[in-house]
């Protein structure tokens, strides 16, 4: 199979998006894997392990009770 030319996509998430996790709603059925929740809360920026699309905080995010 070769490899794969579509750059890893990038996906900006507010306080309601959270948890992260990967695969999100807005990608193709054909394209799953596993789903993977990401921690954001810390560093603001997650990478997926499977499919490397990146989660990153909306600058701005006020999170509560995470």
Do not use: I, Q
């Amino acid at each position: 199979m070769p490899p794969s030319t579509e750059e890893p996509r990038s996906v900006e998430l507010g306080a309601r998006d959270l948890p992260a996790f990967c695969p999100n709603p807005s990608m193709a059925l054909w394209n799953h894997h596993p789903r993977v929740f990401l921690d954001v809360t810390k560093t603001g920026f997650a990478k997926c392990p499977y499919c490397g699309t990146e989660y990153r905080l909306r600058p701005g995010t006020v999170l509560h009770g995470h």
